[in-house]
C-alpha cells in the first residue's frame, strides 16, 4: 500500500474524479477527509463502504469553497479532526464555456473565484498543518485547457493555467518545507462534466487524440497516486498531462 498511515485531504470527492481519488488513496491505506458541497446520503453510503472495505478512516466535511467563511469553517472542523496531513488534492472546480463577448465580468469572477481564488485560500490554511510535517506533497487538479486555450474556454482555460503557474511558484516556496508541489492536466475524462461538454465540442478534441478516446477517472487516480506516494519524491513544480496523447 503506497499510502499507508497518511492523511490526505480531498476536495470535491463526491463524483467522477474526485471520487476515483478518495476510493484509489483508501485501497492504498490512506485516511482521508473528503470535502464536499453538499450532503448525500449516496455519497455517505459509499464512503461507508470504502471505509468498510479497506478499513481506513474517512471524514466528511462539508463546504462550498466559493465562500470564504464556510472555508474557514471548513478548516477548524479539520482541524479538529487531524493535527497532521500529509497530502492535499484540490480537485474541486467548475466547468464553463462561452463566446468571450458572451461571458459576464460576473461569469469570470464566479469561475476564477472557485477554481483558483478558493484553491488559494484553503491551502494557505491546510498548509498551516502540512509545514510541520517531514515530508507533504500537494496535487492540484487543472486542465489541458490551460495550455490549449481553444474558443469558448475564456474564463475556464486562464483559471486553469493560473493554478498551473501557482503549482510552479509553490514547488520552490515550499521545498524548504519538503513540500512537494505538481499538477495533472486531464484532457477529456469520462466524467458528469464532460457529460455537460456539447457533443461537437467533445468530437473535436476525440480527433485531435491519437489514442481516440477519453480517460476514465481512474487514469487521474492512478497519476495522483504517483505523485501523492514516495515513487515521486524527486518530482515537484510539474504538469501531467492526461490527454491521450492530444
Known sequence: ????????VVTGCNRGIGFSILENFSKNGANIIACVRSESID????VSKISKTYGNKIDIVYFDLGVEEEIDEAFIKIKNITSNIDILVNNAGINQMSLFQMTSLKTFRTVFEVNFFSIVNFTQKILKIMKKNNFSKIINISSNAASLSDAGRAAYAPSKAALVT?????????????????????????????KETPQKVIDEALKKTPMNKAAQPGDVADTALFLS???SNHITGETIFITGGM
Open 229 to 231: 506516494s514516495s515513487k
Open 1 to 8: 500500500m503506497l499510502l499507508k498511515n497518511k492523511t490526505a
Open 43 to 46: 455519497f455517505s453510503n459509499n
Open 166 to 194: 501557482l503549482t510552479k511558484v509553490l514547488s520552490k516556496e515550499l521545498s524548504n518545507y519538503k513540500i512537494n508541489v505538481n499538477a495533472i492536466a486531464p484532457g477529456l475524462v469520462n466524467t458528469d462534466m464532460m
